[in-house]
């Protein structure tokens, strides 16, 4: 998959402003840059047009941006440089293959980008995998929805679900994923499934987590709620502060209760539960 890269040069207190209106377009990740900005989204997402709508914002919204394209490569040699283990110690610490183990963990997770978002550094992603820390999972069914990586699938695993399946789109994220789950040894119960929401299968489950950005979500949740048990358990993260009150209105009518939100750095996870149906 090609990569049109966004480059946005914004004031450290207009950032999450800006941040928030991209939050707006269907951008598939961000990453926080000394000079503001950097957004990616997929090429076939990205169009003449909506680079005449971010310019025509110069000046209110950011000082300006530049558009580069990013052939699929391997992320490594992007993001090895730099790539620091994740540690949220003592429960975890997210990891690539060139550093030490770390036998001081509960899990000491082996996640390797290459050509997949969610190596842990994201603060959504953090914020899920510490919502994780407290459920119990032994013996349950998990849906990772726009899985990336898999790292969360992977974790439900180790927390002991005994099946966890790992949806994403993007098929070159898929082989990521599956290289993911043969590294952290739970190939017998994480299965990565290419796709969206209408390759979910037929089959309800314990706890859903879906860290993807607002759009998606709200889209999805009529979805999702299909597949989540009475009782289940649902996890959402990828969106702002503001995105908050359309995503409790979408979720209103599945009579979800909001068990929980967080947030980090400007980002929003929340937990809900499904309630139980009566007899």
């Known amino acids: 998959m090609t990569w049109i890269i966004v480059s946005v040069q914004v004031a450290p207190e207009t950032r999450d402003i800006a941040l928030a209106f991209l939050g707006e377009y269907p951008f598939h990740a961000f990453e926080e840059t000394d000079n503001g900005l950097v957004a990616y989204i997929g090429a ?3 169009s003449p047009s909506l680079e005449q709508e971010l310019h025509a914002l110069d000046g209110q919204y950011w000082t300006s941006f530049s558009v580069s394209e990013l052939a699929d490569q ?15 110690s003592p429960f975890c610490v997210i990891r690539a293959i060139f550093h030490a183990p770390r ?6 997770l082996v996640i390797q980008p290459e050509r997949a978002f969610g190596t842990g550094h994201h603060a959504t992603t953090r914020m899920m995998v510490l919502g994780m820390k407290d459920i ?15 790292v969360l699938a992977i974790l439900a695993a180790k927390l002991g679900a005994r099946q966890s399946d790992a949806v994403e789109i993007e098929g070159p994220a898929c082989i990521s994923a599956r290289t993911n789950v043969e590294r952290n ?15 979910i299968p037929e089959q309800r489950y314990d706890l859903i987590l879906a860290n993807i950005n607002r759009h998606i979500l709200v889209d999805s949740i009529p979805t999702l709620d299909e597949h989540l ?5 649902i996890g959402l993260s990828g969106y702002l502060p503001q995105d908050c009150e359309i995503l409790e209105t979408t979720i209103q009518p599945f009579g979800w209760q909001l ?10 996870s929340q937990w809900w539960i499904k309630p139980k149906q009566a007899l």
């Open 44 to 46: 076939t997402s990205w």
């Open 74 to 88: 391997n992320w490594n040699a992007l993001w090895e440089s730099n790539f620091d283990p994740v540690d949220l």
């Open 103 to 108: 036998p001081d963990v509960r899990f000491d």
């Open 136 to 150: 119990p999972l032994e013996n349950s069914r998990v849906l990772d929805f726009g899985a990336g990586t898999a």
């Open 185 to 199: 040894s739970v190939g017998d119960r994480v299965h990565i499934i290419e796709g969206d929401k209408t390759v």
């Open 229 to 233: 048990l009475s009782g289940g358990r």
């Open 259 to 268: 068990e929980d939100t967080q947030s980090d750095t400007g980002w929003i």
